[in-house]
């Protein structure tokens, strides 16, 4: 529980207040005084406390009828359920933590991989915060240069050193593109990456999916058109998360079921983040290869494997010889699975990196928009009103990371995405 007074909650529930920050053992009391169970009390009065607000945490023995008891009990007391992310909300509003650090909580709960939850706690503990703060400090020291001249023109303020801004601005450019690709990686590792293996029947899409997922996850046959609907498969790979799905056969087909498998292979194919094209080795890339080829979207990036390496015994290996990247594998010996594992993150891109911490979506967005800014602030040198301009609007962008500046919709879209309560 947390509130601005617990007083007459606990008392109810305890019949006294509990030592400050010590565990207690006590009954949990009913309406009549009974006891409902008996457990460990502890209290954080404000602003000592999670959300900087009074804070009660009752343990009790875990059975959902007893615990249902002694929450109709806190409710008869005048508590309410919490919201989602309320806990974490009022510790934001409370100044015990920024928003970036808020999100990471979240993070924290949902990471999928050890690499992922370090790069959370990292963010919890304010590294990326104190990064981003750290930037936006200099940027106030420019702007404070630039803008002397247009606050008071009367003065005799001596003109700013065109050389010292101009390397000044340079320098936020250089640490703004260093936050940004540590916050690209720990966007990759907060959602992964959707990775859709296509084909034609039969070149060993399943097979593959199998061997990268260690388990045997979708069926096998050399019967065309096994693959009837789209499979998912979750892995990591150094701790990155990735999404393997694997698809229906892509050909002309009569079947109707095979026909709806084909249609959400395509509609996969659009969403996706890399596409696989399995090919099989002995045949080469015929015409059917390539008109698969020539109806994958465009812009996505894509890497062609040719499978079944172990039936013309070659070996393993990667070939560029133009703007197609080729892996040669087997997916029956696991040969050259290395090779692939290793061109996923580089396609992805990921390289491992000190000092990852978790980001989202809308910080990736705002260092991008900060970082335009400052490129238009480069063009403006001869105008110093507009150059002023663009710094404002960067550091609002950076402002908005943290929470210093944002809007109140987007602070309940934030929190409504977290576990009930915390």
Same mark, same amino acid.
């Given at each position: 529980?947390?509130?601005?007074?617990?007083?007459?909650?606990?008392?109810?529930?305890?019949?006294?207040?509990?030592?400050?920050?010590?565990?207690?053992?006590?009954?949990?009391?009913?309406?009549?005084?009974?006891?409902?169970?008996?457990?460990?009390?502890?209290?954080?009065?404000?602003?000592?406390?999670?959300?900087?607000?009074?804070?009660? +945490?009752?343990?009790?023995?875990?059975?959902?009828?007893?615990?249902?008891?002694?929450?109709?009990?806190?409710?008869?007391?005048?508590?309410?359920?919490?919201?989602?992310?309320?806990?974490?909300?009022?510790?934001?509003?409370?100044?015990?933590?920024?928003?970036?650090?808020?999100?990471?909580?979240?993070?924290?709960?949902?990471?999928?991989?050890?690499?992922?939850?370090?790069?959370?706690?990292?963010?919890?503990?304010? +590294?990326?915060?104190?990064?981003? *703060?750290?930037?936006?400090?200099?940027?106030?020291?420019?702007?404070?240069?630039?803008?002397?001249?247009?606050?008071?023109?009367?003065?005799?303020?001596?003109?700013?050193?065109?050389?010292?801004?101009?390397?000044?601005?340079?320098?936020?450019?250089?640490?703004?593109?260093?936050?940004?690709?540590?916050?690209?990686?720990?966007?990759?590792?907060?959602?992964?990456?959707?990775?859709?293996?296509? $084909?034609?029947?039969?070149? $060993?899409?399943?097979?593959?999916?199998?061997?990268?997922?260690?388990?045997?996850?979708?069926?096998?046959?050399?019967?065309?058109?096994?693959?009837?609907?789209?499979?998912?498969?979750?892995?990591?790979?150094?701790?990155?998360?990735?999404?393997?799905?694997?698809?229906?056969?892509? *050909?002309?087909?009569?079947?109707?079921?095979?026909?709806?498998?084909?249609?959400?292979?395509?509609?996969?194919?659009?969403?996706?983040?890399?596409?696989?094209?399995?090919?099989?080795?002995?045949?080469?890339?015929?015409?059917?290869?390539?008109?698969?080829?020539?109806?994958?979207?465009?812009?996505?990036?894509?890497?062609?494997?040719?499978?079944?390496?172990?039936?013309?015994?070659?070996?393993?290996?990667?070939?560029?010889?133009?703007?197609?990247?080729?892996?040669?594998?087997?997916?029956?010996?696991?040969?050259?699975?290395?090779?692939? *594992?290793?061109?996923?993150?580089?396609?992805?891109?990921?390289?491992? @990196?000190?000092?990852?911490?978790?980001?989202?979506?809308?910080?990736?967005?705002?260092?991008?928009?900060?970082?335009?800014?400052?490129? *238009?602030?480069?063009?403006?040198?001869?105008?110093? @009103?507009?150059?002023?301009?663009?710094?404002?609007?960067?550091?609002?962008?950076?402002?908005?990371?943290?929470?210093?500046?944002?809007?109140?919709?987007?602070?309940?879209?934030?929190?409504?995405?977290?576990?009930?309560?915390?």
């Amino acid at each position: 529980m947390s509130g601005q007074s617990l007083d007459p909650v606990v008392r109810g529930v305890l019949g006294k207040i509990p030592v400050p920050r010590c565990a207690t053992y006590s009954s949990f009391l009913d309406a009549q005084g009974q006891a409902i169970d008996r457990g460990i009390a502890l209290f954080f009065p404000a602003p000592h406390s999670y959300t900087g607000e009074d804070v009660v +945490e009752l343990q009790g023995h875990g059975g959902p009828a007893v615990l249902q008891l002694l929450l109709q009990r806190c409710l008869e007391l005048g508590a309410r359920l919490a919201q989602p992310g309320e806990f974490t909300r009022r510790a934001f509003l409370n100044d015990k933590l920024d928003l970036a650090q808020a999100e990471s909580v979240a993070d924290l709960i949902d990471a999928t991989t050890a690499q992922a939850a370090r790069s959370a706690m990292r963010s919890l503990q304010g +590294e990326f915060s104190r990064a981003i *703060r750290s930037l936006v400090e200099k940027m106030i020291a420019l702007r404070m240069l630039v803008e002397a001249m247009l606050d008071f023109p009367e003065e005799e303020i001596p003109m700013p050193d065109v050389v010292q801004r101009d390397a000044q601005l340079g320098a936020l450019h250089e640490e703004l593109e260093q936050i940004l690709r540590l916050a690209q990686q720990g966007c990759l590792l907060r959602e992964g990456a959707h990775i859709v293996l296509a $084909g034609k029947p039969n070149v $060993g899409k399943s097979s593959l999916l199998n061997c990268l997922s260690g388990e045997e996850v979708a069926l096998v046959s050399e019967t065309p058109g096994t693959t009837r609907d789209v499979i998912r498969q979750a892995i990591q790979i150094a701790g990155v998360p990735l999404h393997i799905m694997d698809t229906a056969g892509l *050909r002309a087909s009569q079947d109707v079921v095979e026909q709806m498998g084909i249609a959400r292979a395509r509609s996969t194919l659009q969403k996706a983040d890399l596409i696989l094209i399995l090919l099989d080795t002995t045949d080469g890339i015929g015409p059917e290869d390539r008109k698969i080829l020539d109806e994958l979207p465009p812009d996505t990036p894509r890497l062609l494997i040719h499978n079944k390496i172990d039936l013309l015994d070659q070996p393993a290996r990667i070939e560029q010889p133009g703007k197609e990247c080729h892996l040669y594998l087997s997916a029956k010996t696991g040969a050259g699975l290395e090779l692939l *594992r290793d061109k996923l993150l580089a396609l992805m891109g990921w390289h491992q @990196e000190a000092g990852v911490f978790m980001a989202r979506e809308r910080h990736i967005r705002a260092l991008l928009a900060a970082q335009e800014h400052l490129q *238009r602030a480069a063009g403006e040198s001869a105008r110093a @009103e507009f150059f002023a301009e663009e710094l404002r609007l960067a550091q609002e962008q950076l402002n908005s990371i943290t929470g210093e500046f944002t809007a109140d919709d987007l602070l309940g879209e934030i929190f409504s995405r977290f576990c009930i309560g915390k």
